[in-house]
């Protein structure tokens, strides 16, 4: 406790001693270092927070932080309210106290675990389409990008008595945090179509939280047109951009394609029938008429008969029949013969089923703009160069232009004093971090210099006070009252000459002259006891003996 206190003195005695502004400075110095420790230890002290559950709906945020309220956990909402913080701690049973809370365990092929054996017909369809549904879902939810997701299916009901068959139908319902990209919209239409069965792609609709329709029932994926379109048209443009700044250098050729792309999908049929060649007949048949010569009945008959048949015989026969007729004879003896030939030949029928996929190139359409400066090409050249980089197709419709005239350098003007500017501001920026940094460092140099100071001073231990040279107290015969007195130089038995005991009685000693020390303040003291032993022997045998008394205490 005396230590304290004496800490105490001479801290309040060095605090007297400082200046204004040293004592301002330390008052800084020693606000800062409680601030700071105080924002240490509540950091310290802070909990960890961890996400406990993520893309939920609000009825189901509601019943989880009504939970956390009731079990008194602290916990922090994100901005849009779908995902919750707890601390570190607490995940694993909070996570096991709210899991009923959640409405993505209920649905699936678990609601066929509560039905009964009463269960009619109906119920049993409508529960088995709602187990489907829910799989369907859950499925869906687990794709990047997707939080949540809802499926409908439409199931006709199936009667002998129609001949006409309806094929079902589903809309899908996503919740997308990010926006789902074409190749995940087309997952999401397969994925469902695939998990019933007599449900196509084309009979698929997918729409998200925004209204967009992402798939239409018998238009495919909106949009797979249009991205297809920017695909190729990127491509073909950066093809023919870099052969075109190859041969003419960078800047000298601006390319600019359009691209037809259809968006339309389905089914085509197509039949062709083609005659196979050197093949034999699958049937042949033969018929010939002949009449003689002769008169009368049989003479007019045949001149009749050659007014209805005749050379002009049709041979009603199909698959390449043949006929041949020929009538001979003429005036009184006339006579007529017919033959016909009938075949039936092969023939060969060629059946093509083709798939109609958005993204197929109808047209595009290429032009070219050339500095007027370059020389020793000409438009025709880059035109073949164009075409044949880009796939050219004349019966397709597709079209190129090349156009020479002189470019405008005012946007490169414009371009190098913007990035003059930029690079003046980003190297002003630098130098006031520069600038900013130095003056922190320092600063905080200069306080730990401070701080480091005020400390050593306020733990050094005070030197020992010397009495000025040629200078001594002297302190009366009766001895100092704080040193509790002294006893009377009798004891030490008299003093003898200058700076030599004398050889009293019983408890003194022999004395040796202290050496001269070269420090002329030790010297100028030695002197002055020298004078007052010499002057007053008792009054110097006094101080000696308080002297010897108080280091004995000590």
């Known amino acids: ?57 609000a009825s189901e945020a509601s019943g989880v932080t009504a939970q956390l309220a009731k079990d008194k956990v602290d916990y922090q909402l994100s901005s849009d309210g779908t995902t919750i913080f707890v601390p570190e701690a607490n995940v694993a049973s909070e996570r096991l ?43 869906i939810e687990a794709i990047d990008g997707v939080s949540s997701a809802s499926v409908q299916l439409a199931i006709p009901q199936q009667s002998v008595f129609s001949d006409q068959k309806e094929d079902p139908t589903a809309s899908v319902f996503v919740n997308a945090s990010t926006p789902l990209s074409t190749d995940q919209v087309n997952a999401i239409v397969h994925l469902v179509a695939a998990a019933y069965p007599s449900l196509t792609t084309d009979n698929v609709s997918v729409v998200d939280q925004k209204g967009d329709t992402l798939s ?17 048209e990127a491509t073909t443009k950066t093809a023919v951009q870099a052969m075109l700044d190859k041969v003419l250098g960078p800047g000298n050729a601006v390319v600019t394609v359009a691209a037809d792309v259809s968006s339309s999908s389905g089914t085509k049929q197509t039949e062709a029938y083609t005659s196979p060649s050197q093949a034999p007949a699958l049937a042949e048949s033969s018929n010939s008429t002949k009449y003689a010569n002769g008169g009368g009945a049989g003479a007019s008959g045949a001149n009749g008969a050659s007014g209805v048949l005749g050379n002009d015989t049709t041979d009603t026969s199909t698959g390449g029949n043949s006929s041949t007729s020929g009538a001979g004879g003429s005036g009184g003896s006339p006579s007529y013969e017919q033959t ?55 019966g397709r419709g597709d079209t190129v232009s090349v156009t020479s005239l002189p470019f405008s350098n005012s946007a490169a003007k414009s371009a190098a004093s913007a990035l003059a500017q930029s690079q003046a501001a980003q190297s002003g920026a630098q130098m006031t971090d520069i600038i900013t940094t130095a003056i922190k460092v320092v600063g905080g140099l200069v306080l730990f210099v401070l701080v480091v100071g005020l400390l050593r001073k ?18 009366p015969m009766g001895g100092d009252p704080a040193l509790g007195g002294y006893a009377p130089t009798a004891q030490l038995g008299g003093l003898g000459g200058a700076g030599v005991l004398g050889a009293g009685g019983s408890g003194t000693a022999p004395t040796v002259a202290l050496p001269a020390s ?37």
Do not use: C
């Open 1 to 57: 406790m005396k230590r304290l206190n004496g800490a105490g003195s001479r801290l309040l005695e060095t605090v007297k001693q400082f200046t204004v502004a040293q004592r301002t400075i330390a008052i800084i110095g020693v606000a800062v270092l409680v601030l700071g420790g105080v924002a240490l230890v509540n950091w310290l002290g802070k909990p960890t927070y961890q996400v406990l559950y993520s893309g939920i709906s």
């Open 97 to 139: 106290a709210t899991a009923s809370l959640l409405s993505s365990g209920a649905g699936g092929y678990s609601l066929l675990d509560d039905m009964g054996v009463t269960a009619s017909e109906f119920q049993q369809n409508v529960t088995y389409k709602r187990a489907i549904e829910g799989e369907l879902a859950k499925t």
């Open 216 to 232: 239409a029932v018998g238009g495919g994926t909106a949009g797979s047109g249009s991205d297809a379109a920017a695909d190729y």
């Open 340 to 394: 016909q030939v009938s075949k039936s030949n092969a023939v060969n029928k060629t059946t093509t089923n083709e798939t109609i996929v958005p993204g197929t190139l109808n047209r595009q359409t290429i032009a070219v703009a050339l500095n007027a400066k370059v020389t020793g090409i000409s438009a025709f050249q880059v035109q073949q160069m164009v075409q044949n980089a880009s796939g050219y197709n004349a």
């Open 458 to 475: 306020l733990f050094k231990r005070p030197e020992p006070t010397l009495p000025e040279p040629g200078t001594m107290t002297v302190l």
């Open 518 to 554: 070269g420090d002329p303040a030790f010297a100028a003291m030695q002197a002055d006891v020298d004078a007052l032993a010499g002057s007053d022997p008792e009054q110097t045998a006094g101080y000696l003996r308080a002297l010897m008394g108080d280091r004995a205490g000590v």
